[in-house]
């Protein structure tokens, strides 16, 4: 409990944002928290509100150590590993260049990953690395974490990306098997999956 009335005291002092803010939405933030039967939950509400406010001021550079904070919280808030491995990423990692934008890169993987160790049965920690290694044309590996998000509940973007995957690696019999999949599976998706079935029937 000790902790986590520091952790309050932190997070209401992020809570004021800018000196323009009424001192009422101060007050009115603690009446919420306060409110909530877990507080817990409330602190990490107020946590993703202090993600949402650096956002939009362009403080991109404190926004992945809140994520961070979060997990230490709340370990099985999947979303906080997945928003804040891909903030990384897309967010921070692109503004370099060689080594430190690998580095970056390496650390959100291994932030995801952790993510997994501790929500393993949530496919969309597993489909968000495959994403990351398909972009960076690592096939066998994006496959690999495609696999495993199939062993549990999931998103018809898991056999899509694995299609496309087997069209980049121009194994067509197996891109044409997934949209067989897909096609079965998902009917939304059937005019679609009939669309890449007929093209790569063509190419071969």
């Known amino acids: 409990m000790r902790i986590l009335s520091i952790i309050f005291l932190l997070v209401f002092s992020s809570i004021v944002f800018c000196e323009d803010i009424e001192i009422g939405l101060k007050k009115q933030a603690a009446i919420d928290l306060c409110n909530f039967p877990d507080l817990t939950e409330g602190i990490v509400d107020l946590l993703y509100l202090t993600v949402d406010n650096y956002w939009h001021l ?5 926004i992945f150590p809140v994520f961070n904070l979060i997990t ?10 997945l928003t804040g491995g891909w903030f990384l990423i897309n967010g921070i990692a692109s ?25 393993p049965q949530d496919y969309r920690i597993y ?9 960076e044309k690592k096939y066998k590996e994006a496959l690999e974490y495609l696999e495993m ?9 898991v056999e899509n990306l694995k299609a496309h995957i087997y069209m980049k690696m121009n194994e067509k019999e197996r891109a044409i098997k997934e949209w067989e999949t897909i096609k079965e599976k998902y009917p939304e998706r059937k005019e679609i999956a009939e669309k890449f079935i007929k093209l790569l029937k063509e190419e071969k």
Request: glycine residues 6%.
């Open 58 to 62: 362009g403080e991109y550079s404190k």
């Open 72 to 81: 230490k919280i709340l370990p099985e808030d999947t979303n906080a590993y």
């Open 95 to 119: 503004k370099y260049q060689g080594e430190k934008k690998e580095k970056i890169k390496n650390y959100a993987l291994e932030f995801m990953k952790k993510g997994i160790r501790k929500n």
């Open 127 to 135: 489909f968000e690395i495959a994403w990351f290694y398909f972009n």
């Open 149 to 157: 998000a199939e062993k549990f509940e999931h998103s018809f973007y």
